[in-house]
C-alpha cells in the first residue's frame, strides 16, 4: 500500500494493513538511539516538526494541542482542586505545559523513563518543552512503573499516563499492577486519566484498559473519551478518566469556568462544549466497551 511512497521522505505509522504517512523534508534534525528506543525529530510540511519513537509518530506542532489539552483539562476542569499532579511518560513536555495553565497546581511531578527523548524535545520541540524548567516541576528521569511502587499512599489529586504505545518499556503502563498503585497514590478524591490507544486501530488496547480500570476503580468511575488527532492512526483517539472518589468527569463541570478557562488561554481544542462532548461514545465503540 506505501510501496510508491519513497521512504527517504514519508514517515508511515501504521501496521500491515493500514498506515498513516507523513512527508517530510528528507534529513532528521534530531536522531539518537537510547537505551530503550530511537528518538526522532523530522521536520514535516503539513504538520511542522514530527517526534517519533521507534519510528512511531508520538506528536507532531501542528496537532499536538489536541492530545495534550485533552488529556489535562478534562481531569484538571472536573476536579478544580488539584495541587500536586503526577504524570508519568510525556518527556516532550506538552501535558507539563497544559497542567501548568492552572495557578492553582503547587507541585508537578514527570517521570520519563527516558532522557533522549527530553533531550530531542528541548532542542527542536520548543513550543512543547516552554515549561520543562519550570520551578514547579519535579523532573525524574525513571521508570514510571518502579516510581509507583515506591510513592507514598494518597499523594497526588491527578496522576497523567501519558504513555507510548504499549510495546517495550510502556507495556507495564497498561497492566493492573500498575494502575493498583495508581489508585493507592491517588488522594481520596483524586483523579486519573491515560492514554489508550485508537478505538479503530487498537480496540482491545481500549477494551482491555477500560476492563482493568473497571475492576479497580468502581466500574461507574470509569469513563472512557475521544479526541481527534490527524496524525495518530485512524485519526480517533481515546483516553480513559477514571476517579477514586465521586468526581463526575462532567456533571462536575463548571461550563462557565471552563469554557471562560479555555478563551483566556486561548486553548485550541478543548472548550466547554468538547469537554461535554467528548464523552458521547459512537455505537461501535459502546459495543466494543460493553462486550
Ligand atoms: N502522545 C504520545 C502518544 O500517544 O504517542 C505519547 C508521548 S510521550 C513522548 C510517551 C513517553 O512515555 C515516551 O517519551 C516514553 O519514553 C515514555 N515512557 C514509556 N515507558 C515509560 C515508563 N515505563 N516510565 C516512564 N516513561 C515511559
Known sequence: MVANLDTQTWLTDGDKNIAFSIRHQGKRLFQQQSPYQLVEVFESYAYGRVLTVDGLVMCTEADEHA?????VHVPMLAHRQVRKVLVIGGGDGGTVREILRHPKVESVTLVEIDAVVIEASRQYLPTLSSTLNHEKLNLLIGDGIEYI??????TFDLIIVDSSDPIGPAQGLF?????LQVKRCLRPNGLMTAQSESPWFHSESLTDLTHCLRSIFEGDRVHPY???IPTYPTGMWSFIYAAKGDIHPWQNLDRAQAQAFAE??????????VHLAAFSLPTFVRKLLSA
Open 149 to 154: 511502587q515506591q510513592a507514598s499512599d494518597e
Open 264 to 273: 483566556r488561554e486561548s486553548l485550541q481544542y478543548y472548550n466547554a462544549d
Open 226 to 228: 475521544l479526541v481527534f
Open 175 to 179: 497492566n493492573k499492577d500498575f494502575f
Open 67 to 71: 492530545y495534550h489539552e485533552m488529556i
